[in-house]
């Protein structure tokens, strides 16, 4: 069955899961060369439906099955009347197995079969059927010079299963990748498609099963499931009896000399996402301009933690780090959030500090890292944050007994029981400042209204991204800001206030 992005299964696998379903529908008695045939009708279909008046083909072959199912779209192609040459990446009698009979079937129909040289001609549409799943080094010649070749040829560019170069666990480009138009994968969705570098190499996605038994494929491990509208943690309708004191009162607190607009923005999102009540301690010189943008909040001037003592034991949820800066008055700040019994979001500077071992992370906390503030709560590179995000997200929930939403494209949501969602929407135009401030804002105000840890970073993340995308279309220019009205309504479709 074929699925567009929009319309794809919640399962996620690494690329050793995928082999072993693929094994498991083997055993079960579908031989092997079928599923590649399978594969390829799929590819080839959705090529004719992504460019109807395409008429050319070329197709560069490696030496796994990933090639094996290029031959045989070549095939199909030439059947249908198309100008079909196959470009063949090394000796294609090293091809084995059902490769081996693809690249035969090829033969037989008397497709064009080059080997590929730097100066082989790129004609009509571009299939990618160099490299597949088992990729795990980096991309060495001349593998990597036929990447860049097909990145630079200024043609509609497919790929078969997967961009080739990109990890199929981790999404990072392994050296160099494909940057495809459209991808088509098979049986089991690879994690690696949705997060890292693969944001500028997938494209268009669509997924076929390849008639795989469900039976099977619901029975098999998974790495991670994508949030999805129909699959998204909900909060309970409102009965008309309700009142402020049953929706929580978050706490933020931040807003260093110099850093006020965070903490108020985290503020104003916790306000409009639903939180009963929202107080924020911050800088004395702060309150004027806090009272002037959210008078819905209590804010209080705040000069040492000793002041924060009365109000930590009426509240509900704490959000800590935006604006907090890492001086004097933010330790102490921070120190007193950590020795709170309540629920918590740390965010920012609150995660520097943490880093720098300053203070400890109490229990049933949500942190909300971006790459770099990931590396330095792992004490690695932010290149080795990203060059296995999801090992990252994990090693970070088993570290600090923490849900953590590790930020990005396709950011990660990891529990320290194992499990992890993924979120790849967003848009290009959120790359700005304040829109972490407005997240972790939202998360605050989901725990204050009930919901577990797990679940709250989760619908958090969704409602996000879905505003940025939402508002991104508007394009460069985005402000923080402008996503909250946007998560408010989008809130309010995933669970209205009243039935």
Same mark, same amino acid.
């Given at each position: 069955?074929?699925?567009?992005?929009?319309?794809?299964?919640?399962?996620?696998?690494?690329?050793?899961?995928?082999?072993?379903?693929?094994?498991?529908?083997?055993?079960?008695?579908?031989?092997?060369?079928?599923?590649?045939?399978?594969?390829?009708?799929?590819?080839?279909?959705?090529?004719?439906?992504?460019?109807?008046?395409?008429?050319?083909?070329?197709?560069?072959?490696?030496?796994?099955?990933?090639?094996?199912?290029?031959?045989?779209?070549?095939?199909?192609?030439?059947?249908?009347?198309?100008?079909?040459?196959?470009?063949?990446?090394?000796?294609?009698?090293?091809?084995? +197995? *059902? $490769? !081996?009979?693809?690249? %035969? &079937?090829? =033969?037989?129909?008397?497709?064009?079969? #080059?080997?590929?040289?730097?100066? /082989?001609?790129?004609?009509?549409?571009?299939?990618?059927?160099?490299?597949?799943?088992?990729?795990?080094?980096?991309?060495?010649?001349?593998?990597?010079?036929?990447?860049?070749?097909?990145?630079?040829?200024?043609?509609?560019?497919?790929?078969?299963?997967?961009?080739?170069?990109?990890?199929?666990?981790?999404?990072?480009?392994?050296?160099?990748?494909?940057?495809?138009?459209?991808?088509?994968?098979?049986?089991?969705?690879?994690?690696?498609?949705?997060? +890292? *570098? $693969? !944001?500028?190499?997938? %494209? &268009?996605? =669509?997924?076929?099963?390849?008639?795989? #038994?469900?039976?099977?494929?619901? /029975?098999?491990?998974?790495?991670?499931?994508?949030?999805?509208?129909?699959?998204?943690?909900?909060?309970?309708?409102?009965?008309?009896?309700?009142?402020?004191?049953?929706?929580?009162?978050?706490?933020?607190?931040?807003?260093?000399?110099?850093?006020?607009?965070?903490?108020?923005?985290?503020?104003?999102?916790?306000?409009?996402?639903?939180?009963?009540?929202?107080?924020?301690?911050?800088?004395?010189?702060?309150?004027?301009?806090?009272?002037?943008?959210?008078?819905? $909040?209590?804010?209080?001037?705040?000069?040492?933690?000793?002041?924060?003592?009365?109000?930590?034991?009426?509240?509900?949820?704490?959000?800590?780090?935006?604006?907090?800066?890492?001086?004097?008055?933010?330790?102490?700040?921070?120190?007193?959030?950590?020795?709170?019994?309540?629920?918590?979001?740390?965010?920012?500077?609150?995660?520097?500090?943490?880093?720098?071992?300053?203070?400890?992370?109490?229990?049933?906390?949500?942190?909300?890292?971006?790459?770099?503030?990931?590396?330095?709560?792992?004490?690695?590179?932010?290149?080795?944050?990203?060059?296995?995000?999801?090992?990252?997200?994990?090693?970070?929930?088993?570290?600090?007994?923490?849900?953590?939403?590790?930020?990005?494209?396709?950011?990660?949501?990891?529990?320290?029981?194992?499990?992890?969602?993924?979120?790849?929407?967003?848009?290009?135009?959120?790359?700005?400042?304040?829109?972490?401030?407005?997240?972790?804002?939202?998360?605050?105000?989901?725990?204050?209204?009930?919901?577990?840890?797990?679940?709250?970073?989760?619908?958090?993340?969704?409602?996000?991204?879905?505003?940025?995308?939402?508002?991104?279309?508007?394009?460069?220019?985005?402000?923080?800001?402008?996503?909250?009205?946007?998560?408010?309504?989008?809130?309010?479709?995933?669970?209205?206030?009243?039935?």
């Amino acid at each position: 069955m074929p699925h567009t992005k929009d319309d794809l299964p919640d399962a996620l696998y690494s690329a050793a899961q995928v082999r072993g379903l693929d094994a498991s529908l083997i055993a079960a008695g579908t031989q092997g060369f079928e599923l590649m045939q399978r594969a390829a009708r799929a590819t080839w279909r959705a090529l004719v439906r992504q460019w109807p008046s395409a008429n050319e083909l070329t197709v560069l072959a490696g030496h796994g099955n990933n090639a094996g199912d290029g031959y045989l779209v070549a095939v199909l192609a030439k059947r249908a009347g198309w100008l079909v040459r196959v470009l063949a990446v090394g000796d294609p009698q090293r091809l084995q +197995g *059902d $490769a !081996a009979l693809a690249h %035969a &079937e090829a =033969v037989s129909d008397k497709v064009s079969i #080059d080997a590929w040289t730097a100066q /082989a001609e790129l004609r009509g549409v571009v299939l990618d059927a160099l490299l597949g799943t088992g990729l795990t080094g980096e991309v060495r010649a001349p593998y990597a010079d036929a990447i860049a070749a097909i990145n630079a040829c200024g043609l509609p560019v497919a790929a078969v299963d997967i961009p080739s170069g990109l990890c199929a666990d981790t999404g990072r480009a392994l050296g160099t990748a494909v940057h495809a138009d459209l991808t088509v994968t098979f049986i089991g969705l690879k994690l690696g498609l949705f997060t +890292g *570098d $693969a !944001a500028d190499c997938v %494209a &268009e996605l =669509v997924f076929n099963d390849l008639h795989a #038994d469900p039976q099977l494929v619901e /029975a098999a491990a998974i790495s991670a499931r994508r949030l999805t509208a129909g699959n998204l943690p909900r909060l309970t309708a409102r009965a008309p009896t309700s009142h402020k004191g049953k929706f929580g009162h978050v706490l933020l607190i931040g807003g260093d000399l110099g850093l006020g607009g965070a903490i108020l923005l985290s503020a104003q999102s916790a306000l409009r996402s639903g939180a009963g009540m929202v107080s924020v301690a911050t800088r004395s010189e702060h309150v004027g301009a806090a009272l002037a943008r959210i008078p819905e $909040a209590m804010v209080l001037g705040t000069s040492s933690a000793n002041q924060l003592m009365d109000l930590l034991q009426k509240v509900s949820v704490l959000v800590v780090g935006p604006g907090l800066g890492q001086a004097s008055w933010g330790r102490s700040l921070l120190s007193a959030a950590a020795n709170a019994p309540l629920p918590q979001v740390w965010d920012a500077d609150a995660l520097n500090q943490l880093a720098e071992e300053r203070v400890n992370l109490p229990k049933d906390c949500v942190i909300t890292p971006h790459p770099g503030e990931a590396a330095r709560l792992l004490g690695i590179s932010t290149a080795q944050v990203q060059a296995d995000r999801p090992a990252a997200a994990h090693a970070l929930s088993k570290k600090y007994t923490a849900v953590v939403v590790l930020k990005g494209a396709g950011s990660l949501i990891a529990s320290p029981d194992g499990r992890m969602a993924l979120c790849h929407q967003g848009h290009p135009a959120m790359a700005t400042a304040g829109l972490g401030d407005v997240l972790a804002g939202l998360v605050g105000a989901l725990l204050a209204q009930g919901m577990q840890a797990f679940d709250a970073a989760c619908l958090a993340v969704w409602l996000h991204a879905n505003a940025g995308e939402q508002q991104g279309k508007n394009g460069r220019g985005l402000a923080a800001s402008d996503l909250i009205p946007a998560i408010r309504q989008l809130l309010e479709e995933q669970a209205p206030c009243l039935k």
